[in-house]
């Protein structure tokens, strides 16, 4: 039998701490890795939509991811959870489980690229891809005005444009376009028959 003195035992604890830290480490780095990649696949998707540069990163009082332009005044972060907690609440409502965290999501703020409708109500929108809107009523061109849109689900995003003013707007905005997220994860049937609104249907979907 080997018999281990006090220093040797206190040297080979201390290697396997190293080697503990270093394990951790690499683990740590990795995933670091593939969360950067998830990232900059997001904020190309955002900029390729926008054409914004999107410079400016935080969060909400409750924890909701935010990417933006410019700094959001703080009633923009209020408004962007109160969406969410009015989405939450009717989600529960309908026996929804899935995505019911702050946390889980992140909120893309571009620079409007207009702030009135045509009927010259206050309404900033994106211009975006007309997509499978081509040829319908909401095509401006190859384009549509949009709200906000959904980015991707897994990690959950969207993107709205940048207000000025009224807040119950963003929080409307937000509510909407986690609807789609909220269905994709918690009834997939339904999001299918809502996920397209060039056929008909809007917001809420939920009610």
Same mark, same amino acid.
């Given at each position: ?90 989600? %529960?409502?309908? &026996?929804?489980?899935?995505? *019911?965290? /702050? ?8 620079? $409007? #690229? ?60 937000? %509510?909407?376009? &986690?609807?789609?997220?909220? *269905?994709? /994860? ?8 809502? $996920? #397209? ?11």
């Amino acid at each position: 039998m080997t018999v281990m003195t006090q220093s040797k035992r206190k040297s080979l604890g201390s290697l396997a701490a190293l080697l503990a830290c270093a394990l951790l480490v690499c683990v740590w780095a990795q995933n670091a890795s593939a969360q950067s990649r998830a990232d900059r696949q997001l904020l190309a998707r955002a900029e390729s939509i926008s054409g914004d540069r999107f410079q400016v990163q935080g969060s909400t009082p409750q924890g909701v991811r935010v990417v933006a332009v410019t700094r959001p005044r703080a009633e923009t972060l209020r408004a962007i959870d109160d969406g969410f907690t009015s989405l939450f609440a009717v989600a %529960r409502r309908h &026996g929804y489980r899935q995505r *019911l965290d /702050y946390s889980a999501y992140t909120v893309f703020i571009a620079l $409007a #690229d207009r702030t009135k409708d045509s009927q010259g109500g206050y309404s900033p929108d994106l211009a975006v891809p007309a997509g499978q809107y081509a040829g319908s009523g909401y095509d401006q061109g190859g384009y549509i005005y949009a709200a906000g849109m959904v980015l991707a689900y897994n990690p959950s995003s969207f993107i709205i444009a940048e207000h000025d003013g009224n807040t119950q707007r963003i929080s409307d905005i937000v %509510r909407y376009e &986690g609807e789609h997220i909220i *269905l994709y /994860y918690n009834d997939r049937a339904l999001y299918q028959r809502t $996920a #397209d609104h060039s056929r008909g249907g809007g917001h809420p979907i939920l009610q």
